[in-house]
């Protein structure tokens, strides 16, 4: 049962470049959030989708764009990269909408932008 | 925006002996939940805690949550080399659409062989 899956793991950009993160859920949830985490921040939501169908911003989404593709698919893509973005990002899915409800986690893509 | 404050920052013990973290936030919420976050992975969650509930346990843990001081705390019995890891509290506010947790910057737990 693999959970949240991630790709790639890694990835190094040169500023003005695009690219588009991958994340994939196989437990059947309804919402799925793209997080970053960088040092002395804590966690940061850019963008969730509560349900298949819908996306809204969170705290922190300029810069990013996402599209949820399916019921099992979530994707981040920054149009435009900038040193202002190399962090490491989480993608995460929970059953239902709402903060009442476990969060699960990919293990993230660390990414650097140059 | 940060709700969770987490403390201590970072904290280090012998196996075998008990951690204590504790988390301090400032709105009324709905829940607090635990996560654990081993280096290089993504967080796991450990318990949930309903603003209607003092205390709960799963295992080694032992969670309480005190809505009048607006703190919670995480205690981790017995710990093993394997508990080293960051721990976070996120909350969910009891306010507006409710679908957002906020983070805190978490612990970093050492527990040394």
């Known amino acids: 049962n693999a959970g949240v899956t991630q790709t790639p793991k890694f990835q190094v950009l040169k500023t003005g470049q695009s690219m588009t993160l991958q994340c994939a859920q196989d437990m059947n949830h309804n919402s799925m959030y793209w997080y970053r985490q960088d040092p002395g921040m804590g966690l940061r939501l850019i963008y969730y989708?509560?349900?298949?169908?819908?996306?809204d911003k969170g705290e922190v989404p300029n810069g990013y764009n996402v599209s949820r593709l399916n019921k099992r698919e979530f994707s981040l893509r920054l149009e435009s990269a900038a040193p202002s973005q190399t962090s490491v990002y989480f993608c995460?899915?929970?059953?239902?909408?709402?903060?009442?409800?476990?969060?699960?986690f990919g293990d993230g893509t660390r990414l650097s932008i140059l | 925006s940060q709700q969770g404050e987490e403390d201590p920052q970072a904290l280090s013990i012998q196996e075998g002996e008990n951690a204590t973290m504790n988390c301090s936030y400032k709105t009324s919420i709905n829940n607090l939940q635990w996560y654990r976050q081993n280096s290089g992975r993504g967080l796991v969650h450990l318990i949930l805690i309903r603003s209607n509930e003092r205390e709960k346990h799963s295992g080694r843990l032992r969670v309480t949550l005190d809505t009048s001081k607006k703190s919670s705390s995480l205690l981790i019995t017995a710990s093993r080399a394997a508990d080293t890891a960051s721990y976070f509290c996120?909350?969910?506010?009891?306010?507006?659409?409710?679908?957002?947790?906020?983070w805190g910057l978490g612990t970093s737990l050492a527990v040394n062989p």
């Open positions: 995460a899915s929970s059953e239902m909408s709402g903060a009442n409800q476990p969060q699960h």
């Open positions: 996120a909350t969910a506010s009891n306010a507006g659409n409710n679908r957002k947790l906020i």
């Open positions: 989708s509560a349900s298949e169908g819908t996306t």
